[in-house]
């Protein structure tokens, strides 16, 4: 595994992270926790919270799709979406939810100021990002779409999102967190 330039559980947490925190608002699948938990590993972000029924760890089937990455991502559960966002903005984030909305921003438009703490909120598999967090959002940023259906999936949302952050701009966006 060294070829392949991975790093240790301690090298991980040793590393310059993303300042991006990921909000589950809601999530329905332990397999899609799971995923998104592996994405903000190999994103290097800063964390996950895990809000209102959002699984959390242990369980076998969120182990399932992270393949570990709860043992490096950290993270922690806040009773309601509205709570994290609360505290979040209260330490100085920026926080986004991940909707089409009216006045929304495209993703490929998106770009924060380097150094600039944000969190990205991604919403219930059905429902989305609850409406009374919107609310409370500094902005929306949404997936440009081109066909029928103009929406994905938690997991595939996230990936491309969290991507964008890390890359977008040509290079990641590390703070020393």
């Not at 330039?5 to 909000?23: L, M, Y």
């Amino acid at each position: 595994m060294d070829e392949l330039g991975r790093k240790t559980i301690d090298e991980f947490k040793q590393a310059a992270k993303n300042p991006v925190v990921v909000v589950l608002d809601n999530i329905r699948s332990m397999h899609n926790v799971g995923s998104v938990f592996r994405t903000a590993d190999a994103f290097l972000m800063e964390g996950i919270a895990l809000c209102g029924y959002t699984p959390q760890p242990p369980h076998r089937d969120i182990h399932k799709t992270a393949l570990g990455a709860t043992e490096t991502v950290n993270w922690l559960y806040v009773p309601t979406t509205m709570e994290a966002v609360q505290q979040l903005k209260t330490a100085g984030y920026k926080v986004y939810g991940i909707e089409q909305t009216v006045g929304s921003i495209s993703l490929e438009n998106f770009a924060p100021p380097a150094g600039e703490k944000i969190a990205v909120v991604f919403g219930n598999e059905v429902e989305g990002v609850n409406q009374e967090v919107l609310a409370l959002c500094d902005g929306c940023i949404e997936i440009p779409q081109q066909g029928m259906k103009h929406s994905l999936n938690i997991s595939v949302a996230a990936g491309i999102v969290l991507w964008h952050l890390a890359y977008g701009n040509g290079t990641a966006h590390n703070s020393t967190i």
